[in-house]
């Protein structure tokens, strides 16, 4: 079974720090990766996403992420973050060929003054 | 602009009663979907529709109903046999599954007494 796993489900980090929001994730055929950002009580907003090809993936707001098959892995970077990048982070992955979208449990990041 | 709206953002009702949550998009999108989010648990799929009069179960189906009337229209009732329905709603949409990515609307929260 696919499953996908943010083990931080909080990371506290100072303002104009670098951070690193880790997405796991297993799945015996390929897969399709996503990065959503939350504001309190709003939807979901697409950041990035990797469907093939460079597996450096830039996205909006200065975000960027990783994709490493060998790991498994898609982690989520910003080199400096803002006050205002505080939200609640969600990786997600899509099965190939399927409308199968399995989310992880989400990482809050805080961003401290 | 196009997007997905929910309406209404906050429901309350007395146990035992049915809900209507309603998502209307424009975005032309052929695939709808229903997920709750409760706190540190993620998004989980309840229903989704790939196109108009279709639609299959996700993976906590149990107490819910939708329908898919119209492209634009997708529905969702929380019946009376749901037993926590008390939770935060998200709708979303896809031009197709697996490599498009997920819109999402603004969501509603729902409190049941």
């Known amino acids: 079974a696919q499953s996908v796993t943010q083990l931080d489900s909080q990371v506290p980090v100072f303002e104009e720090a670098p951070v690193e929001l880790r997405c796991n994730y297993s799945s015996s055929v390929s897969v399709y990766l996503f990065w959503y950002v939350q504001y309190p009580n709003q939807g979901l907003q697409l950041l990035l996403k990797?469907?093939?090809?460079?597996?450096l993936v830039k996205g909006i707001n200065g975000f960027e992420a990783e994709f490493n098959k060998s790991q498994t892995s898609f982690h989520l970077r910003k080199p400096s973050v803002h006050i205002s990048d505080t939200a609640e982070y969600f990786c997600?992955?899509?099965?190939?060929?399927?409308?199968?979208?399995?989310f992880g449990t989400g990482t809050r990041l805080k961003v401290l003054a | 602009d196009g997007g997905i709206t929910q309406s209404p953002k906050y429901l309350f009702r007395k146990e035992g009663q049915n809900v209507t949550l309603s998502c209307e998009q424009n975005?032309?999108?052929?695939?709808m979907y229903w997920y709750r989010q409760d706190p540190g648990q993620g998004l989980r799929l309840i229903y989704y529709s790939q196109i108009v009069n279709d639609f299959q179960k996700g993976d906590i189906a149990e107490g819910y109903s939708v329908s898919r009337e119209k492209k634009e229209s997708f529905p969702l009732t929380v019946t009376s046999a749901q037993k926590n329905p008390t939770a935060f709603y998200l709708c979303?949409?896809?031009?197709?599954?697996?490599?498009?990515?997920?819109?999402f609307g603004n969501g509603t929260r729902l409190t049941v007494t």
């Open positions: 997600a992955v899509s099965l190939s060929g399927t409308y199968k979208y399995i």
């Open positions: 979303a949409s896809s031009i197709a599954g697996g490599n498009s990515p997920l819109h």
């Open positions: 975005l032309n999108h052929d695939a």
């Open positions: 990797y469907l093939s090809g460079s597996t």
